[in-house]
């Protein structure tokens, strides 16, 4: 019916097609103000608000702003999370990137070995957790169990505030296949010519990586650098099913924190002050990052 409007009016090619445009775009513009824009301006306002979800929001300015820099919590689940960033982050790029590379082979039965190592990343975050509580059980658990095996004593890994984040790291690791898939995509972007060339020119496998692959794949490094730095501070998962916070809040994660401020103690307006604190924090890493990608990720048909 709009398409035949259209046609009827005295509008031209450009003009019709313009409308036709706008028209196809409409649904997910609409999504995006109602979904994402709509919530977010609303929950700036919230910020600033004392609100439990029962009584009528109360505006309070930047109360809950200055209520967080005599926040304890805040400090100690920002250091909580930034530890756990610090890790997280580069063990998953490295042992990604190396699985992808070991993976980028021409060999029989390898598209089985990429959805073995892709498959934890499916798995629902339920059973994951009721995996890696097993194999962390102090008493029964698997690490244990070979640790025993060695003649080595048993470690508490989740009741340990020493050993706690050092497990959820280990178990973020098992997960790793999403970024191996995209570093796996990237090394088959590479050309074959390329090797063929260094390798005639006398360059040797060492030589063809840093020279040819490391440079090749500094795009596929930046965008997985940025997935991982924005994931990492939202990670929620691990420490609410698995140690809730604990033990002495030792993986109690900033996202954790800011859930139990907005539905464990029903402090909304200090909730969404948090979330936007966690906004600017990740907005100025991905700044920083975007900043100095010019000095280090190379494209082929740029500088």
Do not use: C
Request: proline residues 4%; neutral net charge.
């Amino acid at each position: 019916m709009i398409t035949s409007l259209i046609r009827n009016r005295q509008l031209t090619l450009a003009q019709r097609e313009e409308i036709a445009g706008w028209l196809f775009i409409l649904p997910a513009v609409l999504g995006v103000i109602i979904w994402l824009a709509g919530p977010m301006i609303y929950s700036v306002w919230l910020s600033m608000t004392d609100w439990d979800l029962i009584r009528p929001a109360r505006f309070v300015g930047g109360q809950n702003f200055v209520r967080m820099v005599n926040d304890p919590l805040f400090y100690k689940s920002l250091v909580v999370t930034v530890y756990y960033t610090a890790f997280h982050v580069p063990l998953t790029l490295i042992l990604a990137f190396a699985v992808a590379l070991l993976l980028n082979t021409k060999t029989r039965g390898i598209a089985l070995f990429r959805t073995l190592y892709y498959l934890p990343t499916i798995v629902p975050a339920v059973a994951n957790a009721v995996l890696w509580v097993w194999i962390f059980n102090s008493e029964f658990g698997l690490l244990n169990l070979l640790l025993r095996a060695m003649g080595l004593p048993k470690i508490l890994w989740l009741q340990d505030p020493q050993t706690a984040m050092p497990a959820l790291i280990i178990m973020s690791l098992w997960t790793l296949g999403g970024t191996m898939i995209i570093f796996l995509a990237g090394l088959n972007g590479i050309s074959e010519q390329l090797y063929e060339a260094a390798e005639i020119d006398g360059a040797g496998s060492w030589a063809r990586f840093w020279r040819i692959t490391i440079p090749l794949m500094t795009p596929v490094i930046f965008f997985n650098l940025i997935l991982q730095i924005i994931g990492s501070f939202q990670v929620f998962t691990a420490g609410y099913l698995i140690t809730r916070g604990g033990p002495n809040y030792a993986t109690n994660f900033y996202v954790l924190y800011l859930f139990d401020n907005a539905f464990s103690w029903f402090n909304m307006g200090y909730a969404a002050a948090l979330a936007w604190v966690l906004f600017v924090i990740v907005l100025v890493l991905s700044l920083i990052v975007f900043r100095s990608g010019s000095q280090w990720v190379y494209y082929e048909e740029g500088n």
